[in-house]
């Protein structure tokens, strides 16, 4: 099993639809949560944390379930812009006292005019 | 944005011939990372450094090297490169490990023939 897994997609969503992704994740000791957007040929930029408790910024919303262990991601009323690659992050401590961040493979959404 | 470069930003070279990419940071963070991104496989961690001389071996270091003089620079060398190390290569850094976010260089797109 992957440590961090994505749906590919793609998403074919239209203008204006609300969308959600699902990241799940194997490792229970998991600290922190991230969701990234990569557009074509550019490096990923960071899109939100996701906290225990769930978190909204504008027309996105993070959640996490740590017993099921997953992370969503919820976008309403897509735009066109909204068109790309969304990775999930995961990192935990690792016996070393490094930690490891482990991306998903990435969920492409594309929103239809 | 984060203040990230790197060069080049596209390289083409031969097999066997030593290639080195450069990270340029003006944030001062302490964390830097090298990844590598190929379709089908999301990012995958080569190298990373926590501080000036301090680097680390990430999933993939099998032919590559780093080295940190500075805390602002962070290079990454392929010995002799492979059709095999075709990639797209990343920077990131970060101020902390585990708990913050990092934040991504534009990326260099490299082709070894």
């Known amino acids: 099993r992957k440590e961090v897994e994505q749906d590919p997609g793609p998403f074919n969503v239209p203008e204006g639809a609300t969308v959600a992704f699902n990241c799940t994740y194997s490792?229970?000791?998991?600290?922190?949560f991230f969701w990234y957007r990569q557009d074509c040929r550019k490096e990923p930029k960071l899109l939100m944390s996701?906290?225990?408790s769930g978190n909204e910024d504008g027309r996105f919303t993070a959640q996490l379930n740590r017993a099921s262990q997953y992370i969503s991601l919820l976008i309403r009323d897509s735009k066109l812009s909204d068109s790309a690659t969304y990775l999930c992050v995961v990192t935990w401590a690792t016996a070393s006292g490094t930690y490891k961040y482990i991306f998903g493979t990435g969920t492409r959404l594309k929103v239809l005019a | 944005d984060a203040g990230i470069t790197q060069s080049p930003r596209h390289k083409v070279t031969e097999t066997g011939t030593p290639v080195t990419l450069r990270c340029h940071q003006t944030e001062n963070h302490r964390y830097m990372y090298w990844y590598r991104q190929d379709p089908g496989h999301g990012l995958r961690l080569i190298h990373y450094?926590?501080?000036?001389?301090?680097?680390d071996k990430g999933e993939v270091s099998d032919g590559y090297s780093v080295s940190r003089s500075k805390t602002e620079d962070f290079l990454l060398t392929l010995e002799s490169a492979t059709s095999s190390q075709t990639s797209v290569y990343f920077c990131?850094?970060?101020?902390?490990?585990?708990?913050?976010?990092?934040?991504f260089g534009p990326g260099t797109r490299l082709l070894v023939l």
């Open positions: 490792n229970s000791a998991s600290q922190s």
């Open positions: 450094s926590y501080g000036v001389k301090d680097t």
């Open positions: 996701v906290y225990s």
């Open positions: 990131a850094i970060s101020p902390l490990a585990g708990q913050e976010t990092q934040y």
